[in-house]
């Protein structure tokens, strides 16, 4: 069950972040980048992930433990090691109300044949589930592969090898909110039904991010087909400037590592370019 609740939120974090603003200038191809200056006494980290990948595909860079080991705290979009985000998860998986009751017939019927064709999963089986969490398990068979990984789980345990405390930009409640009001359910089902263009712009994207170019990555991603400007600012924008108004006290407070995806660093609403328009320095870790 709980793998479950992992993989939906897990996910939904890379799923619905996926338009971004383009820049004039490319940034240089590096999933990781130093953050100094404006009265830093140390440098902190921010790495770009990519939420899930197959096991094959996955490569933990040795300047990101390099950098990791420099730090002091871990900070993720959600903080997956803490056991109350962990239960409104689970919360907002099995919202109390069957998918049977709040889907009309041809919705349902359309989900049902996505999920039993792409998931070999009947919907009847999951009719306790959000239709979130029914759409990241359809999303999730996207990946041509039996065994996936993901960079946030893979960063708590180093954090827990390091014995280092680990936090969050946002909680569940708030991702959730987000998530809903940028995704109502006629939404998702088309979304639903889009699975084979999904299947598509992921291989690329995880191609463009084997190659460490974070600008690739999100113009794989930025497709109409997916996101329009409500969703854009609900599910990036807002959320980038949430993070980054923190961000400053958090990196003053001691060194940190902020583990948060791709697509949400570049662009001139991106977290590398709002902490730059506050003042520090940010430059590419290339090796």
């Given amino acids: ?20 603003i383009a820049q004039n200038t490319p940034l240089e191809n590096s999933l990781l980048w130093e953050v100094s200056g404006k009265g830093l006494t ?25 950098a990791f080991d420099k730090t002091e705290k871990l900070i993720l979009e959600i903080d997956y090691n803490d056991p109350n985000e962990m239960a409104d998860m689970q919360k907002a998986a099995v919202p109390g109300t069957l998918l049977s009751k709040t889907l009309n017939s041809s919705q349902y019927s359309l989900v049902d044949s996505v999920l039993k064709l792409k998931a070999k999963i009947p919907l009847k089986a999951m009719d306790q ?15 041509a592969c039996a065994t996936t990984k993901s960079y946030e789980l893979e960063f708590i345990k180093l954090a827990k090898q390091k014995n280092i405390a680990t936090g969050a930009l946002e909680t569940t409640k708030a991702q ?16 639903i039904h889009m699975f084979d263009d999904y299947k598509t712009m992921f291989n690329a994207a995880v191609k463009a991010y084997k190659e460490e170019n974070i600008s690739k990555v999100a113009e794989e991603m930025n497709n109409k087909k997916f996101n329009d400007k ?15 108004k923190q961000m400053p006290e958090m990196m003053k407070k001691q060194a940190s590592f902020f583990a948060v995806g791709a697509a949400h660093l570049p662009g001139k609403k991106g977290v590398l370019a709002l902490l730059k328009a506050q003042g520090y320095t940010v430059k590419p870790v290339m090796n």
């Avoid at 939906?8 to 619905?16: E, N, R, Y």
């Avoid at 959730?176 to 979304?191: C, F, G, R, S």
């Avoid at 409500?230 to 980054?244: A, G, I």
Wanted: positive net charge; hydrophobic residues 40%.
């Fill in 129 to 143: 589930y959000s239709l979130s969490t029914v759409y990241s398990i359809a999303i999730s068979k996207t990946l």
């Fill in 42 to 66: 140390k440098p902190s980290y921010i790495y770009g992930t990519i939420h899930m990948i197959c096991e094959n595909d996955f490569r933990m860079p040795e300047k990101a433990t390099r």
């Fill in 176 to 191: 959730m909110a987000y998530l809903q009001t940028a995704y109502p359910d006629a939404v998702m089902v088309k979304h």
């Fill in 230 to 244: 409500e969703t854009n600012k609900w599910m990036l924008d807002t959320r980038n400037t949430n993070w980054v």
């Fill in 1 to 20: 069950m709980r793998t479950i609740f992992t993989i939906t939120a897990i996910t939904l974090s890379s799923i619905f972040t996926t338009k971004t």
